[in-house]
C-alpha cells in the first residue's frame, strides 16, 4: 500500500534521483547500460517537470519506451561508429604480436610447439620445426598463436 502511495506522489526531482543513480551505478558497473537507464530517468523527470499531473503508470511506460529505445540506438550507433582508441588492442593481447618475429623455445611436433614472448609462453601452431628456428605470427586463434617461419635476414 505504502509503495502505491509513493507511486502516486512521483515528482520530477525522484526521477532525476533515480537518474543520478543510475548513472553513478555506471560508474562502478560499466557497460553503457546504467548510463541510458539513468539518461532515460531524466528526460521522464523533465517531462513530468513540464507535466507534473502525469499518472505514474504513464510515467513509468514513458521510462520503460525510452529505457529501451535508448539502448537500442545506442548499440546501433556504436556499432557504426565504433569508439576511437589508442589500445585497440588491449583486450585481445594476442593480436598485438601478430606480424612480429620470435624465436622457437620448444620445437613444434605435430603442428604444435611453443614461444616464449617477454614474460609468458604462448602455445602455436603451425609447420613442424625446430627449436630455435625464427618464426612470425601470421594469426591468433583465442591463446593460440598462428605461425610461420620468418623470411630469411637480408
Known sequence: MEILLYLQSLAYWDWWIAGLVLVILEIFAPGA???????????????VFFVPEMDWKWQLVLFS?????SIVVSRRYLKRRP???DHPDLNRRGQQYVGREFTLDEAISGGR???????SSWRVEGPDLPAGS????????????????APPAD
Not at 65 to 69: H, I, P, Q, R
Open 33 to 47: 547500460v546504467f548510463l541510458w537507464l539513468g539518461v532515460a530517468a531524466g528526460v521522464v523527470g523533465v517531462v
Open 65 to 69: 519506451a525510452l529505457s529501451v529505445t
Open 83 to 85: 569508439l576511437a582508441t
Open 113 to 119: 610447439g611453443r614461444v616464449r614472448v617477454a614474460d
Open 134 to 149: 625464427r618464426i612470425r605470427v601470421a594469426g591468433v586463434d583465442g591463446a593460440i598463436l598462428k605461425i610461420e617461419p
